[in-house]
């Protein structure tokens, strides 16, 4: 396999025929395109071709705009806030994709607003060029969960079997396969990635050798046996990569651990600042601020108050962990009970531990009910 830069690319603008730079720009490498090649493109030059560049007065506006669902948020040090989210054109991701890097002062770049269409529609225009159809994958970089660092996944795919299912196949012992659907898309994005850069320059790369052409014999290994191919490339455009998007139902992370906490009390997306991004930053003062901000606003019970019992201070109380911090919880016996609860899941949601304690009492004669919610110290969500 094959990955090859294309450089000679030049500053991409709204109108400019993209697929007509490509051309020129596998020509300029001595290359002649084959069905069975894939150009990988990133989405930058996608966008800017498309006319995604926008008027903006920050990049926060325009994120919130191409938002669908915030699914994790945390704070800066400079005070400016990071956010994943489901953006407007499918994939989940930081920022929703907006870029305010490498553009003219005074606007951002939006993704494509329909990626699969847009391979498919550079696809198609290589092809009136140049007579053959290879496969389109347009890439972005992005973060993932559990992993350190930043990889090139497919936004847009026309042309290549986005994902590989083996689900009901055997392995070499005969074991069925249940869970295995193999990102190809993602894996060819990230290989264009390895050769093509923004300071470079080249936002496009040729992959090739990646499958035999659509509708040819496989390749046959010593032992005798058909050897598959990697991927099926050059057949029709296919369902693109709107089916590796993991959303609805069947996504099982749809929440970062404070934001699952905040809409299941009913806390907004805004309502609260959000945690840093860096824990070592936080403090146990900053975290019990957060999470009876949380507890005590929209979805809290009426005819309860939540308050820190006297000032957080003293030898038993640590404000680095909140360890020995008091929250006196007091109303009305059921909102007492289950505005207690809001602040101790609010603090596990911010890696504090808590315990509950009540106690009855009376106020001028009527019913009335106490609760001592009690930090204990690191823990929660978030290892201490």
Excluded: I, N
């Excluded at 994709?97 to 939006?110: H, R, Y």
């Excluded at 693109?240 to 907004?268: N, Q």
């Excluded at 936080?282 to 009876?292: E, H, I, K, S, V």
């Amino acid at each position: 396999m094959r990955a090859v830069a294309l450089p000679g690319v030049p500053e991409v603008r709204p109108g400019h025929d993209l697929g007509a730079l490509l051309v020129d720009a596998v020509a300029r490498a001595a290359l002649a395109l084959r069905d069975d090649d894939v150009l990988v493109v990133a989405s930058k030059v996608v966008a800017k071709a498309e006319g995604r560049s926008v008027r903006a007065r920050g990049r926060a506006a325009a994120v919130d705009a191409q938002t669908v669902r915030v699914v994790a948020e945390r704070g800066l040090p400079g005070g400016a806030t990071t956010r994943v989210v489901q953006s407007r054109s499918g994939p989940v991701l930081a920022a929703a994709g907006v870029d305010a890097s490498d553009v003219e002062p005074g606007t951002v770049l939006l993704l494509p607003a329909d990626p699969d269409a847009s391979a498919r529609t550079l696809r198609a225009r290589v092809t009136e060029l140049t007579g053959a159809s290879p496969a389109v994958v347009v890439s972005d970089t992005t973060g993932r969960p559990w992993r350190v660092g930043v990889t090139d996944l497919a936004l847009g795919v026309a042309g290549l079997t986005a994902l590989d299912d083996v689900r009901g196949e055997v392995d070499r012992f005969g074991r069925p396969m249940e869970v295995t659907v193999r990102a190809v898309a993602d894996e060819v994005a990230a290989l264009g990635d390895l050769v093509k850069g923004k300071a470079a320059g080249t936002p496009v790369a040729l992959v090739r050798g990646l499958g035999t052409r659509s509708g040819s014999a496989p390749s046959t290994s010593t032992s005798g046996r058909a050897a598959a191919p990697l991927a099926e490339v050059g057949g029709p455009d296919g369902d693109g990569a709107a089916a590796c998007t993991r959303t609805g139902p069947s996504d099982w992370f749809a929440y970062g651990h404070v934001e699952a906490v905040r809409a299941a009390l009913g806390s907004p997306p805004g309502a609260v600042e959000p945690p840093p991004v860096d824990p070592a930053a936080d403090t146990g003062r900053a975290r019990l601020r957060r999470a009876l901000a949380v507890a005590t606003g929209p979805g809290a019970p009426d005819g309860a108050r939540a308050d820190l019992d006297g000032p957080p201070a003293g030898p038993t109380v640590d404000m680095g962990s909140a360890a020995g911090v008091v929250v006196a919880v007091s109303g009305a016996p059921l909102a007492v009970g289950a505005l207690a609860e809001r602040v101790r899941l609010a603090l596990w949601a911010e890696g504090l531990d808590a315990e509950v304690r009540t106690t009855d009492a009376r106020a001028d004669g009527a019913p009335a009910a106490a609760a001592a919610v009690v930090v204990t110290g690191p823990g929660g969500a978030t290892p201490g």
